[in-house]
């Protein structure tokens, strides 16, 4: 039953709704105190970061995955501007751009003796 709960609660974290409003919500539509809807939302946040452990060596090559499908749907719509921000975002993820310019100047070190 109180795992049924937070698994519910974890799921309606998804919507993108600030926590606060989050456990707020969960607290009236499961018809339980608020200091109780709040110890789910911290067990939530224990799965959250049990997630990331997990999934913390393919999260890069997943949104990587996830740029190159957007780019793609971007350019099918006709949306260039868009598909150039994430182009932009590809790029610079790889390392490409200004600050990969920056740390490649060479630098020159004068000394002049007597």
Not at 32 to 42: G, K, Q, V
Not at 74 to 95: C, F, H
């Amino acid at each position: 039953m109180i795992e049924a709960r937070q698994k519910r609660l974890y799921k309606a974290q998804l919507s993108g709704l600030p926590c606060r409003q989050l456990v707020l919500e969960h607290a009236e539509r499961e018809s339980i105190a608020e200091t109780t809807a709040w110890r789910d939302w911290r067990a939530v946040c224990a799965m959250n970061q049990q997630d990331f452990e997990l999934e913390r060596e393919t999260i890069l090559a997943r949104l990587m995955s996830m740029r190159f499908r957007a780019v793609n749907q971007a350019l099918r719509k006709n949306q260039l501007t868009s598909a150039a921000q994430l182009m932009d975002a590809i790029g610079r993820a790889a390392g490409e751009g200004q600050q990969a310019l920056e740390i490649n100047v060479p630098n020159l070190n004068i000394k002049i003796e007597d």
